[in-house]
């Protein structure tokens, strides 16, 4: 097993296990439950609201009078520019995301106020906040401890001149590997990553490390297109059951292989406000048929240290980690 890495590895005591001890299963917590608490709160906050966001003809433009327009009646008065600008964020990245919550949280938030055991008050300046890209480097100190760990259990040793890298189809979540390593090992790496949810939870993890503090991405690898075009495909086939990469456009309709007009189905089986969202990025993104260039296809690297990072200067790396000064969570601010 591998010194250097296992070194770096924080206490697993507040890890949530998701899958079996044998995969890419725990996704470093470290929450006490006061900040589990303000956690739940918030997710449950945006995800009420965006439904309610949902249910507008014109979802962005709605939340764009809330928090942007101060000549709006619907403008957010009450609340400081700062829990404006962060609920503006968040509540528009779940429209683009297809209503997947992924701002974590802030103790400043406006929809926190009427806890006052947690809410700070209406600015970021007080406090403490949670380090996002601390929280990311304890994950994937985590995350590799595990990889070395499936290593041992398959008895393969990595010298330090062997490097790999991890492909992960962003719709299966299935992951190839090539490098300098013999086809054998290859075989055998590839089986144990692809049990269960390893793939998704290794996918996930490298995602959410190709975003900033601010939650902006910073890897070449990604882009609001790519973003757009992934939720666009999970949306249609958790609702349809299809794979639209299969489309076709005949006679004016986007049809699958079985003559199934797709955006009539998805019509079927879902509400006015996500169909015309949906609709309208289907035939931005789609066009006459499926532009596999802008899948969210993402890759890493894997060597004797662990995982690194590819395509961006602040990696989460063991060798790319230097920036990051130290590994508490927290950062107070007075």
Same mark, same amino acid.
């Given at each position: 097993?591998?010194?250097? &890495?296992?070194?770096? &590895?924080? !206490?697993t005591s507040n890890m949530n296990t998701i899958n079996s001890d044998t995969n890419i299963n725990c996704i470093f917590d470290g929450l006490s439950e006061e900040e589990?608490?303000?956690? =739940?709160?918030?997710?449950?906050?945006? !995800? /009420?609201?965006?439904?309610?966001?949902?249910?507008?003809?014109?979802?962005?433009?709605?939340?764009?009078?809330? $928090?942007?327009?101060?000549?709006?009646?619907?403008?957010?008065?009450? *609340?400081?520019?700062?829990?404006?600008?962060?609920?503006?964020?968040?509540?528009?990245?779940?429209?683009?995301?297809?209503? /997947?919550?992924?701002?974590?949280?802030?103790?400043?938030?406006?929809? %926190?106020?009427?806890?006052?055991?947690? $809410?700070?008050?209406?600015?970021?300046?007080?406090?403490?906040?949670? !380090?996002?890209?601390?929280?990311?480097?304890?994950?994937?100190?985590?995350?590799?401890?595990?990889?070395?760990?499936?290593?041992? &259990?398959?008895?393969?040793?990595?010298?330090?001149?062997?490097?790999? /890298?991890?492909?992960?189809?962003?719709?299966?979540?299935?992951?190839e590997i090539n490098g300098n390593i013999s086809n054998d090992k290859i075989r055998i790496l590839e089986e144990l990553l692809n049990r269960n949810n390893s793939g998704?939870?290794?996918?996930?993890? &490298?995602?959410?490390? *190709?975003?900033?503090?601010s939650n902006e991405i910073i890897n070449i690898q990604g882009n609001t297109k790519k973003q757009q075009q992934f939720a666009l495909w999970h949306e249609f086939y958790?609702?349809?059951?299809?794979?639209?990469?299969?489309?076709?456009?005949?006679?004016?309709?986007?049809?699958?292989?079985?003559?199934?007009?797709?955006?009539?189905?998805?019509?079927?089986?879902?509400?006015?406000?996500?169909?015309?969202?949906?609709?309208?990025?289907?035939?931005?993104?789609? =066009? !006459?048929?499926?532009?596999?260039?802008?899948? %969210?296809?993402?890759?890493?690297?894997?060597?004797?240290?662990?995982?690194?990072?590819?395509?961006?200067?602040?990696?989460?790396?063991? /060798?790319?980690?230097?920036?990051?000064?130290?590994?508490?969570?927290?950062?107070?601010?007075?």
């Open positions: 097993m591998n010194t250097t &890495v296992l070194a770096n &590895v924080p !206490n589990r608490k303000t956690r =739940e709160i918030l997710q449950e906050h945006y !995800n /009420k609201v965006y439904h309610e966001n949902m249910a507008h003809s014109n979802p962005i433009a709605w939340i764009e009078a809330k $928090y942007c327009d101060s000549n709006s009646p619907y403008f957010r008065r009450e *609340m400081s520019e700062e829990q404006r600008n962060i609920a503006y964020r968040n509540e528009k990245r779940m429209i683009e995301t297809g209503g /997947k919550y992924t701002a974590g949280f802030a103790r400043f938030d406006y929809a %926190l106020r009427k806890y006052p055991e947690l $809410y700070i008050g209406p600015s970021s300046q007080t406090g403490y906040s949670r !380090n996002t890209d601390k929280m990311k480097y304890q994950e994937r100190c985590s995350i590799n401890e595990q990889l070395f760990t499936l290593l041992g &259990v398959s008895g393969i040793e990595l010298s330090r001149n062997d490097n790999i /890298k991890l492909t992960i189809d962003p719709y299966s979540f299935n992951i998704k939870n290794l996918w996930t993890h &490298v995602w959410n490390c *190709m975003h900033d503090s958790n609702t349809t059951g299809y794979d639209i990469r299969k489309v076709k456009l005949v006679d004016k309709k986007y049809v699958m292989p079985d003559g199934t007009d797709i955006l009539e189905i998805f019509r079927e089986k879902t509400n006015s406000a996500v169909f015309d969202l949906f609709s309208t990025r289907f035939h931005e993104l789609v =066009e !006459n048929e499926w532009n596999y260039a802008d899948d %969210l296809e993402l890759e890493i690297g894997f060597d004797s240290t662990g995982l690194y990072d590819i395509g961006q200067t602040n990696g989460f790396g063991i /060798k790319q980690s230097g920036w990051i000064t130290n590994t508490a969570i927290f950062d107070a601010r007075i």
